[in-house]
């Protein structure tokens, strides 16, 4: 009995993301009736638990961890990166499943599942939930472009059917780059990943900014080199880079462009409603109402190139209406409404559509409880490869 309580938890746990995902699929909620329950009866069965044991820290660590991440959750909140629902569901996971339960632990082929991260399970689902609304997010933006924005899609794979040269001479080039830094590490008076990792950037950074024909030189140098050393391991190398990069600037294009065009719609104001959520923040200052239409990539861009980190923040003047998960309410409408009235801003105002994120906290925590911490298996395999 004392065993299977984690077990029981981990069950329960299993069980609650069905549940809040066919919820936040189908009415875009996820309930307080199921999360706020689940709260505290983690902590119970937990604090059962830990006295079954007579292990006091684990409700301790129950409790540290239920707030931490109830903490991190309600930051989320406020930038708008989350909503409520969605906190409260991981602060539930949290308070039911402090500890990896060990009745999952298994061996396959030698490997012991599952990667264990000194950081804590709690952080290891926000972690692989994160990840894993990526492909979640890759289907939903596809649907959205096979049923009414067929364009995008040409957008979202430019990175295999056009730039695909690139992606090829960025490969070869990080590939020149680690090539050099095995030649000239055992040269460094400290041996440390990160100091070969920041060695791979720079390097990687100044032979892309050579001139062409002595560019070629160097990687053709240097991919001999690589490969007559290690013949196997150099192509497996190449062949990894292509597609780890060519997958990177697919994801980016799915989380800026495409995701601004796919999931973003212009909408008459008369025809707002509850619940729906503005694209971008509404301000007031002292020239009048604006929208703040840029992205926070657009930004860091204009403040790289004027040298100006102000451009980051916030603008100034009265935030009258933010962007946040939780949508607009009543109150906002009207207020929308008498600004357009007094033809302050237009009738027209650009909404975005939420994503259900329940469906990726239910794969990150079947991922979490039997594959294990997937940060953790990308550094194994990284470090498997170059090192």
Do not use: H
């Not at 024909?213 to 880079?241: E, G, R």
Request: with cysteine.
């Amino acid at each position: 009995m004392i065993l299977d309580i984690p077990l029981f938890c981990a069950i329960i746990a299993i069980i609650t993301c069905i549940y809040a995902s066919y919820s936040d699929l189908k009415l875009g909620i996820i309930p307080n009736k199921l999360t706020f329950p689940l709260i505290g009866l983690g902590i119970t069965l937990n604090a059962i638990y830990a006295y079954t044991t007579s292990n006091i820290w684990f409700i301790i660590l129950c409790i540290i961890f239920t707030a931490i991440i109830f903490a991190l959750g309600y930051l989320l909140w406020k930038i708008g990166a989350w909503a409520g629902g969605d906190v409260k569901l991981f602060t539930a996971l949290a308070a039911l499943l402090p500890a990896y339960p060990l009745s999952l632990n298994y061996n396959v082929l030698n490997w012991n599942f599952p990667f264990i991260a000194n950081y804590g399970f709690p952080l290891t689902l926000v972690i692989n939930s994160i990840l894993s609304i990526l492909p979640f997010l890759l289907i939903y933006i596809f649907y959205i472009a096979i049923r009414s924005k067929r364009y995008l899609l040409k957008e979202l794979f430019s990175p295999i059917t056009e730039d695909y040269k690139k992606n090829i001479v960025l490969s070869l080039v990080i590939t020149s780059a680690v090539t050099l830094t095995i030649i000239i590490s055992p040269y460094l008076p400290y041996q440390m990943i990160i100091i070969s990792l920041i060695l791979i950037y720079l390097l990687t950074m100044i032979i892309s900014k050579l001139p062409n024909q002595v560019k070629a030189v160097v990687i053709s140098i240097l991919i001999a080199f690589a490969l007559y050393n290690d013949l196997k391991l150099t192509i497996i190398s190449i062949i990894v880079l292509f597609i780890s990069i060519t997958i990177i600037r697919i994801i980016i294009k799915m989380l800026t462009s495409v995701n601004k065009k796919a999931l973003q719609d212009d909408v008459e104001i008369e025809n707002l409603k509850e619940g729906m959520i503005l694209a971008n923040n509404v301000y007031e200052n002292d020239k009048g109402v604006y929208i703040d239409d840029k992205g926070f990539f657009d930004k860091i861009k204009e403040s790289i190139k004027s040298g100006d980190v102000n451009g980051i923040r916030e603008p100034k003047g009265k935030l009258l209406i933010g962007s946040m998960a939780a949508g607009l309410t009543d109150e906002d409408i009207r207020l929308l409404k008498k600004l357009k009235d007094e033809k302050k801003i237009e009738n027209k105002i650009r909404t975005k559509r939420g994503i259900p994120f329940a469906p990726s906290i239910l794969l990150g925590l079947i991922i979490s409880l039997f594959i294990g911490d997937l940060a953790l298996i990308l550094q194994k395999i990284v470090y498997m490869i170059y090192f």
